[in-house]
């Protein structure tokens, strides 16, 4: 959740958490990403919506030791997790929303209707693609994370920290690229599975780090705006870089 790898450290520690439509979804992000996971819940005693915020650095070294399903309960400013024979519990204090986790949870809803990978899929089968903050998305593409992130690890290679990606469908042109005056590295993708419409964009940071190294992944962009990565249990939106930058 507090997308590590990226470059921008201005994500921070802090973790806005709330329950959905039968999920417990995890937000993190500031002026140029946006981060969400998303887990089942079982059973839910005493519906909440309202968000809270922890520090996920205090919390994820005893879930790596928890086994099988957690419980989870919000009480007193304090996160409880335990394991279901109470075997292992663990309390850490919940903290003030900063002000950057305020903005992204205003715009959960935005984001809500990436939560479904496989309607996401259908759509982008159809060669109809969703909308996003009132502009319409103009390309798409399914592919796995492991050939995504052979590209962008080669890209590395040439040191600027830039990936240019270009999708073409009529040409069916999927290629990722990084440059400097003297040299440069493009890689085809060769793995995916769909190729929608066409776009123009660059920017920075390994995306491919936020996600499980094997998943499938649905790219959604447009020339020169966001990128958005969809998971099945996680989305990430990343600014495009524009000159200058």
């Known amino acids: 959740v507090t997308v590590s790898g990226f470059s ?16 417990l979804h995890f937000m993190n992000g500031d002026a140029t990403t946006m981060a969400k996971l998303s887990v089942e819940i079982e059973e839910v005693e005493e519906p909440n919506s309202n968000p809270f915020c922890f520090m996920f650095k205090e919390i994820m070294p005893f879930l790596k030791s928890f086994n099988g399903n957690l419980r989870l309960v ?35 809803t935005m984001l809500s ?31 796995n994370n492991v050939e995504f992130t052979k590209a962008l690890k080669t890209c590395e290679l040439i040191g600027t920290g830039i990936f240019e990606l270009t999708i073409e469908q009529n040409a069916g042109i999927f290629n990722i690229r990084s440059t400097l005056p003297n040299k440069e590295y ?39 705006s966001p990128i958005i990565l969809v998971a099945e249990d996680r989305v990430l939106l990343r600014a495009p870089r524009v000159r200058g930058d």
Request: glycine content about 2%; overall charge negative.
């Open 8 to 23: 921008s450290s201005s994500l921070g520690e802090s973790v806005l958490s709330y329950v959905d439509e039968g999920s």
């Open 74 to 108: 919000i009480e007193q400013a304090q996160l409880e997790i335990s394991t279901e024979d109470d075997t292992n519990i663990v309390k850490i204090p919940l903290i003030q929303t900063p002000d950057n986790l305020q903005t992204i949870y205003s715009m959960r």
């Open 113 to 143: 209707q990436f939560n479904s990978y496989s309607r996401i899929e259908d759509i982008i089968n159809s060669e109809e693609l969703p909308m996003f903050n009132k502009t319409q998305l103009e390309s798409a593409s399914l592919f």
């Open 186 to 224: 493009t890689h085809t993708m060769q793995d995916e599975q769909i190729l929608v419409g066409e776009a123009s964009v660059s920017f920075t940071s390994p995306l491919y780090s936020f996600f499980d190294k094997t998943s499938d992944l649905i790219l959604l962009s447009k020339d020169d």
